[in-house]
């Protein structure tokens, strides 16, 4: 029996003895808990030795000479938009990890046993070609914010109202564009309370009067929001100007009412609602320090402010509840979204707030006097993508913990991938019933798709800096759970800004895409060009990278099997001058922006490879031209992979059979377009695809999933900054549906209780709770299920996963 297999088996024991010792309540705690006092867990064999790339870490520095001028946006080539900073990590010497990809075997070189000379290392001491300038200038969605916002600006003179205020009617205008483009997607505002202020906003003009600063703040920002949402060939036939003149002038009427309304040391909600308001559409596809930094100082004005409380600790009514919770998570996004384009680290933790998430409800029955207080709806509402995202956005919160907390050998990979899985089969179950619907509407279906994005986006949030790791390969089963989530990932992406249902959202797009995933991919089916997926992967490459498909390729003019080989050495020579492009531009970004290489980064051997053996064969072995190979049939994995020690056996067509794919792929410029139920019965829960976790039964739906009691309450969080909070995580059953964070409110009168009036003894009516029905076999190899299956303890595993573990069984 394996290390893995064990560890399962030992985790079931753990948590059915947890129960039946009666130490803690099973509705609150699910199917994932972690016994306070066990040790860590076993970690599986294919982990024990496997560690994230050492090029890689959460700080950065520059040198002093460095010039402040120039732009810290990166560059850009095709819809990539690239830093020091990939996937939140610093990696300043990510042109060499290039240039060692670069190194090596092309699958139009020879196959050959002569031994070949060894390759110069690396050298970028001499002149480097000059490259356009345009790729490192800001691209159009770039809004960076004036400093005079807080140091008291303005120029020679004060600006009044009058100098920015537009008519009533193209006020009308932006504001139905805000009500269409922007709240739907990014909501932070009430609807009825805003049309109530807006109202009153221009009733105060019509008298003569100067509005209050924080109502003139907040309607300017709506109309900022909105200008941005717009295109340029929309605002030049209705308001007869450009975008950028639009988005100035209300960009400079927004900041002039904030420093008005001296939102640094502000109290009024109205005010701080503005000013996150304001960042939302700036925070997007490119994000400066600047942006960063108004984002930390938004957060501690928020905490100063108690917005990390949740509002019902204080006895708030159900509209302000609603709108603090709104403005507290958006900031909670705005703070995972500029640490990953300007790091280092996360300003807000889970065990510092207690806010719940905004209730899945419309915004109408805020309006509606209720004796009894609101709760979740279990159907689509106003507030159900905005709720989507704020779930998955603390979820990609988590994982940031856990990285570090894999790294101190605290937890391993496989756990941290099994609260993924917890939290997929979870939001499948609340949210699918509000998506398969008779008739969705686009919003609907784009909530579909984002979800899927999200989840997918977490495990390579997860995986990534393990998969270029030099001196160690990535195990197989984890290096698939890479292919398949990123793949999936990028078609979500490309088809939520391709549709043309869903283009007047796709302006907000880049604050959840930034492309990085498109690198990856290409780095991957660079060095395995024939992997199953490499026929979608292309697809989306060439969109990402907007360069011209090949003519081989599916669907295109020269496409036959006939030509795959060409067709192979084509996506080589096109991988290979992408690369090249990168690895060029991040060398000049590199020597503008004067990057401090860690000591600690210097010294590893890692880098020693880097700076010695750019051209170093992994323990992959090498790839070889398909000339030599048969024709490769779809539905079929060819492994061309040598482990260590291996016999030298040829390329094996059945290691792995899948099932059978479309004879061919789509052409280039076909995506595949989703489906969806047109009558209730058609609605199945199987038919929403998520990636590399599929369950090997359907998802349950839990009932409870709303009503679920408290956490356990206490003065102090008991987790530190290094724990996630494992034990109360939102999404596992019977834990509190409202929060993602870990902050307990303060104790009811009288002293302390248990959630729900229970004490620690379980009563001999109740039961112990099953284990959560985890996807072990896919969350341990990504395989179709086989045929034949064997029993193992209180797990169905199929026969084809041992087989590959176990080769001799």
């Given at each position: ?695 090997l039964h359907n998802p349950q739906y839990m009932p409870d999933y709303v009503q679920r009691l408290a956490r356990g309450q206490s003065l102090e969080s008991e987790t530190t900054s290094e724990d996630s909070g494992s034990s109360r995580l939102w999404f596992l059953p019977g834990a509190a549906s409202g929060s993602a964070g870990l902050a307990p409110p303060p104790p009811p009168a009288g002293g302390m209780a248990m959630a729900g009036g229970q004490g620690f003894t379980k009563s001999g009516t109740q039961e112990d709770l099953p ?39």
């Open positions: 029996m394996g290390s893995l297999e064990r560890s399962l088996e030992q985790d079931v024991v753990d948590r059915k003895a947890s129960f039946q010792e009666g130490q803690v309540d099973s509705n609150t705690l699910g199917g994932l808990l972690e016994n306070p006092n066990e040790g860590p867990n076993p970690i599986p064999e294919d982990e024990k030795n496997l560690k994230p790339t050492s090029l890689a870490v959460q700080d950065a520095a520059y040198e002093d000479g460095s010039d402040d001028d120039t732009p810290d946006l990166g560059f850009k080539l095709g819809k990539l938009r690239m830093t020091d900073r990939v996937g939140g990590f610093f990696r300043p010497k990510i042109a060499e990890e290039i240039t060692m990809a670069l190194g090596d075997l092309s699958v139009s070189d020879k196959t050959t046993t002569e031994p070949k000379p060894k390759p110069k290392p690396p050298s970028f001491r001499g002149p480097i070609a000059e490259l356009d300038e345009s790729v490192f200038t800001p691209g159009p969605s770039y809004i960076a914010p004036n400093s005079d916002m807080f140091f008291g600006g303005g120029g020679e003179r004060r600006y009044s109202l009058a100098d920015f205020l537009p008519s009533r009617a193209a006020a009308n205008r932006l504001l139905q564009q805000y009500w269409e483009a922007v709240d739907p997607i990014a909501k932070v505002v009430h609807r009825p309370t805003f049309e109530r202020q807006y109202e009153n906003f221009w009733l105060d003009v019509s008298r003569g009067l100067e509005p209050a600063n924080s109502l003139q703040a907040i309607i300017f920002a709506a109309m900022f929001s909105a200008a941005i949402s717009m295109t340029e060939d929309s605002i030049l036939s209705t308001f007869g100007v450009t975008q950028k003149k639009l988005i100035e002038n209300f960009q400079l009427a927004t900041e002039m009412a904030l420093g008005k309304a001296n939102f640094l040391k502000t109290t009024k909600t109205q005010t701080l609602q503005a000013l996150v308001m304001y960042m939302i559409p700036m925070c997007r596809a490119e994000v400066s320090r600047a942006h960063s930094v108004l984002v930390g100082t938004a957060i501690r004005l928020a905490e100063c402010m108690g917005f990390h409380r949740d509002p019902e600790e204080y006895g708030l009514g159900p509209i302000e509840t609603h709108i603090r919770r709104m403005i507290w998570y958006q900031l909670c996004f705005l703070d995972i979204r500029t640490m990953e384009s300007q790091g280092p680290r996360l300003s807000i933790r889970r065990e510092d707030f207690s806010t719940k998430f905004p209730l899945n409800i419309d915004e109408k029955d805020l309006c509606v006097p209720s004796t009894v207080p609101l709760t979740d709806k279990s159907q689509w509402t106003d507030m159900t993508y905005i709720r989507i995202r704020f779930e998955c956005h603390e979820l990609q919160r988590i994982i940031n913990v856990d990285r570090l907390r894999i790294e101190k050998k605290g937890i391993n990979l496989t756990h941290v991938l099994g609260k993924i899985e917890a939290f997929r089969q979870a939001a499948t179950a609340k949210f699918c019933p509000l998506f398969q619907v008779p008739n969705p509407k686009p919003i609907q279906k784009a909530a579909q798709l984002l979800l899927s994005f999200y989840l997918n986006r977490s495990y390579i949030a997860l995986l990534h800096r393990y998969h270029n790791s030099i001196n160690l390969v990535v195990p197989d089963r984890l290096r698939q759970i890479i292919i398949t989530s990123g793949t999936q990932q990028l078609e979500d992406a490309i088809e939520l800004e391709t549709n043309s249902e869903y283009r007047q959202w796709t302006w907000y797009l880049g604050a959840f895409n930034q492309w990085h995933t498109a690198f990856l991919l290409l780095v991957e089916v660079h060095q395995h060009p024939l992997r199953k997926e490499s026929d979608r992967i292309w697809r989306c490459l060439y969109y990402a990278f907007e360069t011209t498909p090949s003519p081989y390729e599916p669907g295109q003019e020269k496409y036959s099997e006939n030509n795959r080989h060409k067709l192979l050495v084509h996506r080589d020579r096109k991988a290979r001058a992408i690369l090249g492009q990168l690895q060029q531009r991040m060398v000049h970004y590199r020597e503008r922006r004067k990057l401090r290489i860690p000591v600690s980064m210097q010294g590893t051997q890692e880098a020693s490879d880097l700076n010695a053996r750019p051209g170093v064969q992994r323990q992959e072995g090498v790839k070889t031209s398909e000339s030599s190979q048969p024709p490769r049939h779809e539905g079929q994995y060819i492994s061309i992979t040598l482990a260590p020690g291996s016999p030298q056996t040829g390329p094996s067509t059945n290691q792995t059979t899948l099932p059978p794919s479309q004879s061919h792929a789509p052409p280039m410029t076909a995506y595949p377009q989703r489906t969806y139920s047109q009558t209730p019965s058609q609605a199945q829960s199987g038919q929403f695809f998520y990636g590399p976790l599929q369950s284990m959560l029905d985890i996807d072990w076999v896919s969350l341990t190899w990504r395989l179709y299920i086989a045929p034949s299956f064997v029993q193992f303890s209180n797990l169905i595993m199929p026969f084809s996963y041992f087989a590959l573990i176990f080769p001799d069984i």
